[in-house]
């Protein structure tokens, strides 16, 4: 069972950066594909950015409301996955959630399925992030 722990969330003004972080315990990141999503008050839960690495290469895919300001990666050393957050706007505004698959470890599974969230086997507990405007 892989536990993913989010941290890094908090409340900044517009415009400014962000960086999340997830660490699983127990497991390393090698084994699944990777995600963040986000839950804004009265919304349902919407995909972000998820990553999956294959023979060194790293592959990457972005919701296009996040496009050009987010960055998600991997620092294999720390086993830890981040979520880079710049150029902030308020409707940014919600709980980021962190989420491993293992099913979604494959090219032909993962470039189909990567933003759907019921894909995904484990998740963090959430961390919140504030925008003000």
């Known amino acids: 069972q892989v536990q993913l722990v989010e941290s890094g969330g908090g409340l900044v003004q517009a415009g400014d950066s962000l960086r999340l972080s997830c660490a699983p315990s127990?497991?390393?990141?090698?084994?699944?594909?990777m995600g963040w999503f986000r839950q804004a008050p009265g919304k349902e839960r919407e995909f972000v950015a998820a990553?999956?690495?294959?023979?060194?290469?790293?592959?990457?895919y972005y919701a296009d409301s996040v496009k050009g300001r987010f960055t998600i990666s991997r620092d294999n050393a720390k086993n830890t996955l981040y979520l880079q957050l710049n150029s902030l706007k308020p409707e940014d505004t919600a709980i980021y959630y962190c989420?491993?698959?293992?099913?979604?470890?494959?090219?032909?599974?993962?470039?189909?399925?990567?933003?759907?969230?019921?894909?995904?086997?484990?998740w963090g507990q959430g961390t919140q992030v504030t925008i003000s405007s």
């Open positions: 990553i999956r690495w294959s023979s060194g290469v790293t592959y990457t």
């Open positions: 127990g497991r390393s990141f090698g084994s699944y594909a």
């Open positions: 989420a491993a698959s293992s099913s979604l470890v494959f090219s032909s599974t993962f470039n189909l399925y990567y933003p759907q969230s019921h894909r995904y086997d484990h």
